[in-house]
């Protein structure tokens, strides 16, 4: 773990995890920026509901706070603060473990808003800041990611492009996978991002949250050629 910039970074030796970045696409913020007023503008009548039913869950499931926050690794390695819901018992993270199937410290809200992905709505802000985007890999929770680097020592290859709410990893992959199949379909997006792949996979993100089945993941080759092709493939 290294300081840059009054910034803490973790993957590597800054110089040469710097070096590996890939040049942003002109079309990304500009993309994240007119979806985030489209989804605000016109979802302020459900952000009223949400802002009412949502904390009052949460609150009255076990008494604890409304919002998480933890420090998460982002792009070229630089840690930022990450937002969600509360889905979890108070303390959960500090036991250092894997979210896991059936985990017993998800709480009875946190099970619901984690299927319809509610949960994930604060990173809206992460968006807004640019530390993260509506499309790309998943930031991990930086004593995840050294643990990941660990058991995959090419791990920090996915730290290339901005972490993203959705991506092909988070669609066609299970919550709980391994770190190896993780970086396969990571890395396929940082090799193939473009505009049409982030709709398909914004539209594919949307369709699963209507059907109450996000982080579920989906049967696909091990190692697709093409995830775009790979959702097609996986929705017959």
């Known amino acids: 773990m290294n300081r840059v910039d009054g910034k803490t ?17 002109r079309y990304k913020r500009v993309m994240d920026l007119t979806l985030l007023a ?6 302020i009548p459900m ?13 009255i499931d076990d008494r604890g706070p409304v919002f998480f926050r933890q420090e998460r690794v982002g792009k070229g390695g630089r840690t930022f603060t990450f937002w ?29 808003l984690r299927r319809i992905a509610v949960d994930e709505l604060p990173q809206l802000v992460n968006i807004l800041n640019g530390e ?4 790309g890999p998943r930031p991990l929770p930086t004593r995840m990611h050294e643990e990941a680097v660990k058991i995959e020592p090419r791990f920090s290859q996915r730290l290339q492009v901005t972490p993203g709410a959705t991506g092909v990893a988070q669609l066609h992959l299970p919550r709980h ?49 093409d995830p775009g092709q790979s959702m097609k493939a996986g929705s017959k």
């Open 9 to 25: 970074r973790v993957g590597g030796p800054p110089g040469r995890l710097a070096t590996s970045v890939v040049k942003p696409r």
């Open 38 to 43: 489209v989804v605000v503008v016109l979802g």
């Open 47 to 59: 952000w009223v509901i949400l802002a009412l039913l949502v904390p009052l869950a949460i609150w």
């Open 84 to 112: 969600k819901f509360r889905t979890m018992v108070v303390g959960a993270e500090s036991e250092g473990q894997w979210t896991r199937e059936h985990d017993p410290r998800v709480t009875r809200t946190g099970k619901i």
């Open 132 to 135: 993260m985007s509506w499309v």
């Open 177 to 225: 996978t391994s770190p190896g199949r993780r970086l396969r379909y990571d890395l396929l997006y940082v090799k193939k991002m473009g505009f049409r792949l982030d709709v398909r996979l914004i539209l594919g993100a949307a369709r699963f949250v209507l059907t109450g089945t996000w982080g579920e993941g989906r049967l696909a080759p091990d190692q697709p050629s």
